[in-house]
């Protein structure tokens, strides 16, 4: 048992009883660290599937709740769901979305600040099970006959909140177990539980929508729920916390944790040189790299949760081949757009090691969205081929460079040489570039409601535009690290080489 305190924060991290139980069955009393190192990446990616999957239901039903001119809807659903299939029906879900992402946004930096302070496991164990409780007082409102708008604007704030937790421990935890010269890969084969969540919650969603949509938000409300209890039990925080140490046949430049925090995880806990201060919220700001990936993400995320909350609905409302799509088939096609991000994130883990550069890669993959996007609003209608060809290469481009900053770079950048041995940054790092980005989340899906309702002409060059910032900003980094390839480094970390000159964040503050 590892007990931390300081004047900042205090708590005590306990053996997961999973833990305990699992060790009953080994030989030696204990599991091995890369044992231990599958449990947590195991562990912290069907959370955060679970996470995701709760958040699909409110596009899939958003044509089963709004009116649909074109009448290819049958059931009980038909004629949509009050207040929500009036003339301003688009713009009301809209406004339930901005509510939900808003409140994660601010959320994720509360979460992130108090991450850094608390229990990793039961902080995400709250935001997974509070979660599921929203997700089913969502669906209540099919069998209650509620019909108050309130009433759902009341429940997605709520969710919001509870959603927030999940994504600065996940990644927290994550980071405390692996080496930096690894990130990219590992988390960007990690970072696959966005599209594989949003997949999983698509199927679910849809499957149930026959039954009525209230079941499509109970079944991924189950599903993270039990999760949130199967986390409580097993997930170990961090080498100390269950007394963990490398095997002595190990080599360290394997499976080495990242370089602030080798030290002060596998040595003794009663070490006296390490700080374990959780850093403050200002200070993480002033770590070079943080606030221009963060106002990156903003864009990126921009675009990347337009296409979460509306893509299904676009392609019903779309004639593909010369018809409409019904709404289920509506929803299983936009999982493509989420297969192609599962393989943009791990394109984008592996390029960023193999070119020691991140800003590079996020760059390469957010300026080649631009044509992405544009060819596939121009050509996505012509065939059902074309349209699924298009929508994964979308997907790829669009949540490569998002899946790559908010894990390898917010990792990267949680443990900075800057810190001076801190380990106690990563939430607060995480959240303050997830959280900039949630701004941006929440604001692309609300304007869509609205200029929806006008073209969606005018959607794609407002994405296609939020593309274009979103690379600029990172021209700094991108030449820090060009200089770097061509006339070599030191062993500096991956961004902290290509952030030089440092921004004047001091001035922003």
């Known amino acids: 048992m590892a007990s931390w305190t300081s004047s900042e924060f205090l708590y005590e991290e306990v053996k997961p009883p999973g833990i305990r139980f699992l060790e009953r069955f080994k030989r030696s009393g204990k599991l091995s660290f890369k044992q231990y190192q599958a449990l947590v990446f195991g562990l912290t990616f069907i959370a955060y599937i679970a996470f995701h999957a ?38 009301l879900l809209g406004q339930i979305d901005l509510a939900f992402l808003s409140v994660y946004a601010v959320g994720m930096f509360v979460a992130g600040h108090l991450g850094d302070r608390l229990d990793l496991r039961t902080f995400l164990t709250i935001g997974m099970i509070g979660t599921g409780v929203c997700t089913t007082m969502f669906g209540f409102a099919f069998w ?6 309130y009433y759902f604007l009341a429940i997605q704030t709520l969710a919001g909140w509870f959603q927030s937790i999940g994504w600065p421990c996940v990644v927290a935890v994550l980071g405390n177990w692996f080496d930096k010269k690894r990130r990219g890969v590992i988390m960007g084969i990690w970072s696959a539980h966005t599209s594989i969540g949003n997949i999983i ?28 209890v199967v986390v409580y039990l097993f997930l170990p925080v961090n080498p100390p916390a269950v007394e963990a140490e490398r095997d002595g046949t190990e080599v360290d430049s394997t499976m080495r944790l990242g370089d602030t925090i080798t030290e002060s995880f596998l040595s003794s806990r009663m070490s006296t040189g390490f700080d374990r201060r959780a850093v403050g919220f200002l200070a993480a700001w002033k770590i070079p790299g943080v606030a221009p990936f963060a106002f990156c993400l903003f864009f990126t995320k921009l675009v990347s949760y337009t296409f979460l909350y509306w893509l299904p609905f676009y392609v019903s409302q779309t004639e ?5 799509l019904s709404q289920e088939t509506s929803g299983n096609l936009s999982t493509l757009f989420d297969v192609g991000g599962v393989v943009g994130g791990i394109l984008a883990g592996y390029f960023s090691d193999q070119l020691d550069g991140r800003a590079i890669t996020a760059g390469g993959f957010i300026y080649l969205t631009i044509p992405a996007l544009f060819l596939y609003r121009i050509y996505g209608h012509v065939s059902m081929t074309i349209n699924i060809i298009l929508m994964f290469v ?96 030191s062993e500096e970390d991956e961004v902290d080489a290509a952030s030089a000159p440092r921004p004047p964040i001091d001035v922003l503050l």
């Open 320 to 324: 593909i081949g010369g018809e409409h």
């Open 144 to 149: 209650a006959n509620i019909h108050t708008f």
């Open 201 to 228: 919650g698509s199927l679910i969603a849809t499957g149930l929508l026959k039954f009525g949509w209230g079941w499509s938000f109970v079944g991924p409300a189950l599903l993270i729920t039990f999760l949130g």
């Open 394 to 489: 979308a997907g790829l481009f669009v949540n490569g460079p998002y899946a790559l900053i908010t894990t390898a770079v917010a990792a990267d950048l949680g443990t900075h040489k800057s810190l001076k041995g801190n380990a106690r940054a990563l939430a607060t790092v995480t959240a303050i570039i997830d959280g900039t980005g949630s701004v941006g989340a929440a604001i692309g899906p609300v304007l869509t409601g609205y200029i929806a309702a006008i073209s969606w002409d005018a959607v794609f060059y407002m994405l296609m535009t939020a593309a274009l910032i979103s690379g600029l900003l990172l021209t700094t980094l991108i030449i820090g690290e060009v200089k770097t390839l061509l006339y070599g480094s």
């Open 54 to 91: 709760t958040r699909k239901p409110n596009s899939i039903v958003k044509g089963t709740l709004s009116k649909q001119p074109t009448g290819h809807f049958k059931g009980a659903d038909k004629g949509g769901w009050a207040p929500f299939d009036g003339p301003d029906g688009t713009a």
